[in-house]
């Protein structure tokens, strides 16, 4: 697909502002982002980013359609959340090209990530007519108690360049059947992604007369527009993916203005490799867990912990698999692992490898740069795995490329224990054939992780769960099960139906 026709269909040019709640496209600053291919260095767009006029500007529309947006009934918002689920069937393609395009991922993972946005619209579709709470019993006689959930207002979303699309549908499909407006700022490594999103919705919500400012865009810095956002009373609740340290200062600063957040930060995620399991299985996970999206998902598989007995037969085929891995152009169908985001990500990669070969590390495989030429940039690294002890400083923490860290176990106790020995709660896996230990593996003995899978890999998470981790993930939940919920305000009621008034716990107050 070329990228004219791309641009084409998804209403992109080559310059852009980069603010919009509808209707035109604005930005009045100066600070234009030169988005470039992270393959080959083509130039794709320059996008103007926003000023803080056009944060406010955004921000009002976004709270007057919010005044207006909720009285539509939940059914009714989940109806036009179904049209931008057929919108985003009907852009398939055109999107995952774009992410793979701009975000360097290959194709099949970024029309992968187009579709974990369908899927989280049907989703919502059918949670937009279940959006129910409890009726209670009341301890006084003629009382009735229930639970409402009413719509929560102006929803702030900040997400990261490594899914520059689908973590923004996971929160924009629950936040519109809740009945909240949305201000999305993305990573401004991946702005287009964002302007083509954001058109695609924006023709649905007109057809459907929804005032403007239900959805927004605020493309900008973190310094301008994600300060601003963060400590904004207006925003009763901040969803933000990204590094822990963006984490902790998401939290602190919306923690002080007791607003709510949903935070998804780093993870360090390790699978288990019993002896006793399907070692294709997890050949095949481990392999996909730490090369796909060339190790840029926060549930990468960074650690693996193989027991003892298999530990060099495992590796041996996992080396040979990587050796075959085809490294090149992302929306080529024969590449397996396209280019990092930038050269700043490739520069941590060449950090972590030199630090973990200082701290005790042996490289089994890759650790190496490619170099740049005529059509490609600086941004291609070898995927690696380094043979590690846990406790190196740089194991502890997440490098965002293909660094697999292998360590080896005697018995289970000690691999739960290495298993859990990081800041980092998001993903874990363990593959076994034992029903005891994998039984361990979920019990609260085992891992300490917001997912942990049996047989399955740590990355590549259905959206019908919900979503996220504990410790330094930042311990929010996005996605699916009962997450709907952080998008909406809880309200209990109790209805006296009879003449009679009593007070709660028998207290007599008569005059
Ligand atoms: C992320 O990397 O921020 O589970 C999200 C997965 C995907 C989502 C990853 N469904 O790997």
Redesign the pocket.
Known sequence: MTKARIFRELGLRATMPGANCGGEWFASSRDVITVRSPATGELLGKVTQASAADYQRVLRASQKAFAEFRALPAPRRGEIVRQVGVALREKKDVLGALVSLEMGKILTEGL??VQ?MIDICDFAVGQARFLSGPTLQSERPGHRMMEQWHPLGTVGII??F??PV??WGWNTALAWVCGDTTVWKPSSKTPLCAIACQNIVNEVFARNGLPEGTSAVVIGRGAMIGERLIADGRIPLVSA?GSTRMGKRIGAVVGARLGRTIL?LG?NNALIVSERCDLDGALASAFFGAV??AG?????TRRLIIHESIYRRFLRRLIDLYARVNIGDPLDPRTLMGPLIDEGAVADFEHAVAAAVAQGGTILYGGKVKRASRQRRRTFVEPTIIEIANRAPIVQSETFAPILYVMKYRTLAQALRIHNDVPQGL?SAIYTDSVSEAGTFLSYRGSDCG?ANVNVG??????GGA?GGEKETGGGRE?GSDVWKAYMRRQTNTINWDREIHLAQGVQFEF
């Open positions: 992968g990530e974990e997400t990261a490594n899914f689908a973590v993916t998804e993870g796909g999206t840029q998902r926060c549930t990468s993903s997912i740590t990355s590549g998470a259905e959206i979503f996605s």
